[in-house]
T-cell receptor
Framework: EDQVTQSPEALRLQEGESSSLNCSYTVSGLRGLFWYRQDPGKGPEFLFTLYSAGEEKEKERLKATLTKKESFLHITAPKPEDSATYLCAVQGSAGNNRKLIWGLGTSLAVNP | DAGVTQSPTHLIKTRGQHVTLRCSPISGHKSVSWYQQVLGQGPQFIFQYYEKEERGRGNFPDRFSARQFPNYSSELNVNALLLGDSALYLC?????????????FGSGTQLSVL
């Protein structure tokens, strides 16, 4: 069964204190692993798509990496505006629809 | 260009009632998906429509139904509401229906069932 597990559930950082969020997954035929950011009361906002092991993508202070079993979202020198819930989702090749399997998310708080 | 728009933003209903949620995708997007998100959890897939045809259905009871219109907007209907249907309902659109395509989400409809 396809499954996504994110850790930690919550993370509190000081501004400038770098860290990483983890997304472990099991899926039949990975078509894509997605990272989204979600602010309270809003829908998820797309950050990255990773397709194959070894792939890396960067955007400002965020860098996402992918292995065959997990993905990391590295946050370098975070700012308070990076506070949000970060969601990981996978799309398998079984079926032909957008049944993304989502993790529960990591709630990140960055203190000034 | 406007993003994905959903209406209403908030809704309060009582058990047993019916509700209709509406979604307008980004202009040019032909695929619409619906997700249910309970507080503290990730979204759960409900339906996907592409070119007005149902492409997928998640593990939700038959009380949940949806449709897509010729202008690609979509409605999600829930009958005989239960307390457990209280959640944020998210609509997402994409240009096509490729499995590796990123989704654009609306801000959701917060449904409270009393």
């Amino acid at each position: 069964e396809d499954q996504v597990t994110q850790s930690p559930e919550a993370l509190r950082l000081q501004e400038g204190e770098s860290s990483s969020l983890n997304c472990s997954y099991t899926v039949s035929g990975l078509r894509g692993l997605f990272w989204y950011r979600q602010d309270p009361g809003k829908g998820p906002e797309f950050l990255f798509t990773l397709y194959s092991a070894g792939e890396e993508k960067e955007k400002e202070r965020l860098k996402a990496t992918l292995t065959k079993k997990e993905s990391f979202l590295h946050i370098t020198a975070p700012k308070p505006e990076d506070s949000a819930t970060y969601l990981c989702a996978v799309q398998g090749s079984a079926g032909n629809n957008r049944k993304l399997i989502w993790g529960l998310g990591t709630s990140l708080a960055v203190n000034p | 260009d406007a993003g994905v728009t959903q209406s209403p933003t908030h809704l309060i209903k009582t058990r047993g009632q019916h509700v209709t949620l509406r979604c307008s995708p980004i202009s040019g997007h032909k695929s619409v998906s619906w997700y249910q998100q309970v507080l503290g959890q990730g979204p759960q897939f409900i339906f996907q429509y592409y070119e007005k045809e149902e492409r997928g259905r998640g593990n939700f009871p038959d009380r949940f139904s949806a449709r897509q219109f010729p202008n690609y907007s979509s409605e999600l209907n829930v009958n005989a509401l239960l307390l457990g249907d209280s959640a944020l309902y998210l609509c997402a659109s994409s240009a096509e229906s490729r499995l590796d395509e990123k989704l654009f989400f609306g801000s959701g409809t917060q449904l409270s069932v009393l």
